[in-house]
């Protein structure tokens, strides 16, 4: 596993199964808890959920669409083309326990970084990787976080760093789709060829 940051794995901040069932049941963000937000786009958004909603810190990652200039977009649009949006989740996390740096280490080990046709088996312009920083602080640390993997992989990295006002959540059938479907979600990323090729990438298993 090639480390980017202070990760040694994308796992590394892996819950419980216990304290994933109560992050599970606690609906989101606790009333009144300190709550910041990220912007990430990874392939599939299911997939995504799943990858951060592990992280001690994370109160949720909902599934959506962002970098795009269609308003409300639905799921046929964005997939059809054309609308210039991504598939991404907005990830809410208490700053407390994570930073942003840990979500970009987190980001980059659960993506192909060299796929600029997608990730994975889903292909097409929605389904790219990309970084949507909301601060001047957030694109330098997601720029130079970009400059650190192209140097440590030796070769040219195709995730892109997206300006973007607008984040639209994606239908309710599609949120948290891992937890309600979780033999159908397990088939597709499974299928997908997802975790394979994450371990050609980045070493490990």
């Not at 989740?89 to 930073?99: A, G, H």
Request: charged letters at 25%; a negative charge.
């Amino acid at each position: 596993m090639i480390p980017v940051f202070r990760l040694a794995a994308a796992g590394a901040l892996a819950l419980t199964a216990t304290a994933t069932a109560a992050l599970a049941a606690s609906g989101g963000v606790p009333e009144g808890a300190p709550e910041e937000r990220a912007y990430f786009a990874m392939g599939c958004f299911w997939c995504a959920e799943a990858d951060f909603e592990k992280l001690p810190g994370v109160y949720e990652a909902v599934s959506g669409y962002a970098g795009g200039t269609v308003p409300e977009p639905t799921y046929e649009q964005v997939t059809a083309g054309g609308t210039g949006h991504y598939e991404s989740v907005r990830v809410s996390y208490d700053p407390r326990k994570l930073t942003y740096q840990d979500l970009l280490d987190v980001f980059w080990h659960n993506i192909d970084p060299f796929d600029a046709e997608g990730q994975f088996c889903d292909k097409g312009d929605s389904y790219r990787s990309a970084i949507f920083p909301t601060t001047a602080e957030e694109r330098r640390l997601a720029t130079e976080s970009k400059r650190v993997v192209t140097e440590a992989l030796g070769r040219p990295v195709a995730t892109e760093i997206v300006s973007t006002r607008h984040f639209y959540p994606a239908e309710p059938y599609h949120q948290d789709y891992y937890r309600k479907n979780p033999l159908r979600y397990k088939f597709y990323r499974t299928t997908c060829g997802r975790d394979g090729r994450l371990a050609e990438v980045w070493g490990g298993g």
